[in-house]
């Protein structure tokens, strides 16, 4: 009995444990000037002064932390937008999260992605 309470534990503890630490790594770019005011899939207007982002498949209001993998800078955004099922990147940002992680000049840097919040 003890032995079932224990592997049940230690099955609970490490799903958990996954649900709490999704992290991803990947490239990242930031959204274009042009569409600033344009509709996000999700409803609001892109603000490039707002820290937001595009994701794949995280659901909208999401919160990840998004790092710099070289330099080590960090910013927090949310998701309010879709990126194309065949996009190679794994977030696009909002130009304010862009300047945080200081990627304005390089364009595309390969980032750590790790969901604070979901809804």
Known sequence: MKKKIAASFLVMFFSVGFLFAQTSKGF????ANKFSGRRTTSGE???????????KTLAFGTIVKVTNVKNGKSTIVKINDRLPKKSKR?????????????????????????????K
């Open 28 to 31: 990242a770019s930031y959204y």
């Open 90 to 118: 794994i977030i696009d940002l909002s130009k304010k999260a862009a300047k945080e992680l200081e990627m304005i000049q390089v364009g595309i840097v390969k980032v750590e992605l790790e969901v604070v919040s979901d």
């Open 45 to 55: 207007k892109y603000n490039p002064d707002s820290l937001t982002a595009a994701h």
